[in-house]
């Protein structure tokens, strides 16, 4: 096996994360290292077909069918009809109800605070539990390596760990007698062993902080990610039998599934596993991805087990790929359901596409959408909220879906009732029409329906993006946030928040600001009536507004730290995203370059590099800018 030559790894965090860096994980690191320069290139090609969409004009659609998909011997014919090879479901797969998600750390928190994430997720009752290390894990500092630690604490059942789990189920256990009226776990040992613990990997669109090749290009996070969590966990996990599963975020072609693919088989390789033993859900977050189900289902063959259908990043990205299109303007985000036009087709695709079976008869899971919710605030405004929370349930699960996914472990016991009530351990193979691919089904696919577009939305997609900008800066990718007119409204709850709300949100208004959306109400406070254009200069008015309710804003809603640091950062970043005449790709990338710094004028420089780099050469900045060498 090689050794990790070939790498170079920041300052001294080899010596400070010498359990998560070590010299079996580094070896398949420098082992698989040779894949950087193929995600590079995808990468690339994904940045020209973006480019070209945009330039010419040109939909987004479905695969030649005599065509073969990329890096395989697939055709796409044979992939639509399932002549491919998929995965048996694991037994500890086959019921997931409900799914968590969350980081398993937090910022600037001692070991024994950080890790409290893992013993609420694990005692959640959750069925399965998604340690998030893309869109909702914090990367200041070296929290993606604080991340690795905690789950490799937890699933060896470090006695660090088992301290904190011990304290952690008397909360939860009050907390529950107060909500319910009874206690919601019995014996917190037995507990821990009941939730699959499943990890999410950064996309391939993003590079890790900390690792380079020895020439200093930046590593995919993606496999450092992926190789990490692996090599650090696949032993503890077998023995305790159960699968060894991840999520793979962002994924827009059935070309870049198959590059997973190939990394997936040689990560098993490399330690000696049974090509198909590491199994994957698959987020579908990308609107190119939907007209390629089936593909990519074929692309990733026996580890693949199933989809999740999401909501914020799937919007984000019909609107990116609609950029150029003047026509199609997305309303206020409150009415862009998972009924609402577009969103609907694309939840009836992937639930027509895993309910096809493969070769061997095997049909694929299909895991609903995300619950933000937290049941906190006025007892008339949880009730309202958990009554919709639940609502949304029972409609994912009469439309098919095995289970869905929550944001906080306290919506576990609120929700998981519904796939109780029903008594299924999944819905594998419930009989949906099969999959066609006629152009009426591409239009479906970026179906706009008439909604309110108004100021009130405006102020709402604001609020949050900023708000969101700001907790990134700060370290908290996952956030309890709401808009600024709301705080101390205990009738309006928080909603747990990730990446994908600040790109849904910038998306939205760039659309308004660029293609002149058309308000559906009049406002008096700003004097606009109905029928009026969203300008540019309406926009700033609104960005200067919501911006001063936040520099005035409590320090429970808004850390008064933040508000000469990471917030100012955060407006000049929404600013820049919403009035470049050029939309740029990812919201993430202008906060990623601005991570540790809290000066202005810095992020100023960095900002405009950025938009440079893209307007000049289509290309986008995903190294960290502040790497530092270790000293020889």
Known sequence: MMTDNNLIIQGNLKETYPDILNPEALAVLSSLASFNQEVKAVMVLRMKRRAERQQQKKRITFLDPESYIPRTKIKVQDARDGNFEGAVIPADLQRQWIQGTGPAAKPNAPLESSIRNVAYALLSGADGWMFDGE???GQIKAMSLDNQ??????????????????????????????FFGHSIIDNWEEQLTFTTKIFRARGLHLDDRHICESNGVAMAASIVDMTLYVVNNYKALQQAGASVVLYLPKIQTAGEAALWNEML????????????????YVLVEQLEATYQLMEIRAALGKHFVGYNTGRWDYINSVSDAMAWDDSFIN????????????MRHYEDRVRRAVNTPDKNGNFALWQGGMEPNIPVGSAEGVSASMKKAVGGAEREQREGASGKWVAHWKMVHIVRPVWEKAGQA????????????????????????????????????????????NAFGQGMQAAALKPADFFGNEDVLY?????????IRLSILWEWVHKGAVLTEADEETDTQAGGIFSAALF???????????????????????????LPISREIVASYVRNEVKMPWFIDLLNINLNNMALEEARKRIQMYREAFQNEGARITKNIDFIRPEK
Request: net charge negative; proline share 4%.
């Open 426 to 469: 999944n819905q594998l193979g419930r009989n949906f029409p099969p999959l066609t691919y006629t152009q009426q089904d591409a239009d479906h696919l970026i179906l706009i329906e008439p909604a309110p577009t108004t100021i009130r939305g405006a102020r709402n997609l604001l609020s949050v993006a900023l708000q969101y900008g």
């Open 540 to 566: 700033d008015r609104l960005l200067k507004e919501e911006y001063e309710k936040l520099l005035n804003a409590r320090n429970k809603d808004v850390y008064d730290s933040s508000k000469t640091t990471t």
């Open 495 to 503: 909603l747990m928040e990730d990446m994908a709300t600040g790109e």
């Open 331 to 342: 309303p206020d985000i409150e009415a862009i359901t998972m009924t609402y036009g577009y």
């Open 265 to 280: 088989t040689a990560l098993e390789n490399q330690i000696g596993l049974a090509v198909g033993t590491l199994k994957v």
């Open 149 to 178: 630690r905690n789950l490799k604490l937890a699933i060896s059942k470090d006695p660090v760990f088992m301290k904190v789990a011990a304290q952690i189920a008397t909360e939860m256990n009050r907390w529950a007698m107060d």
């Open 135 to 137: 869109d909702a894990l």
